[in-house]
């Protein structure tokens, strides 16, 4: 059976747009200049349901996993890795670690894991469809040779 896909924080509504802008103005990424961005809570409300700073104020759980743990001191390196283990791709289309993703690492690890928060609604996928009927049509042309 095949693994399930992992989710795209890019994806999540708001993000792509917002990392774009953190490309232009780098300073936007900066998790010490967060109050002057508002634009970034606004995003980590849609996206998650709750802000950068209503994330830290939330008290982790005890069984907590310690790849979870201080976020804030890892490297985007680590929380890339963090985050594959929980099933969500961090990394733009390069394979690199988005730039916003110290700010968000925290409110998305909260949210998946249900302890706070919320994750947007995302359909599972379709089951690939078979072209079942394209061998009945063969199988029945064989009948009538017969």
């Given at each position: 059976m095949s693994e399930p896909a992992m989710r795209r924080l890019i994806d999540l509504?708001?993000?792509?747009?917002?990392?774009?802008?953190a490309?232009?103005?780098?300073?936007?990424?900066d998790p010490d200049l967060i109050d002057d961005h508002p634009e970034v809570d606004e995003?980590?409300?849609?996206?998650?349901?709750?802000?950068?700073?209503?994330?830290?104020?939330v008290p982790l759980p005890a069984d907590w996993p310690d790849h979870l743990r201080e976020l804030h001191r890892q490297s985007p390196a680590d929380l890339v890795e963090a985050f594959e283990a929980e099933g969500w791709d961090v990394?733009?289309?390069?394979?690199k670690p988005?730039?916003?993703?110290?700010l968000f690492a925290l409110p998305l690890a909260l949210a998946a894991r249900?302890?706070?928060?919320?994750?947007p609604?995302?359909?599972?996928?379709?089951?690939?469809?078979?072209?079942?009927?394209?061998?009945l049509k063969a199988e029945a042309g064989r009948f009538r040779k017969r």
């Open positions: 509504p708001g993000v792509d747009d917002l990392e774009l802008k490309l232009m103005k780098p300073r936007l990424a995003v980590a409300r849609a996206a998650f349901g709750l802000t950068p700073a209503e994330a830290a104020d990394t733009d289309k390069r394979r988005l730039r916003l993703l110290p249900g302890v706070a928060g919320t994750l609604f995302v359909a599972e996928p379709d089951h690939p469809t078979t072209d079942w009927g394209a061998s």
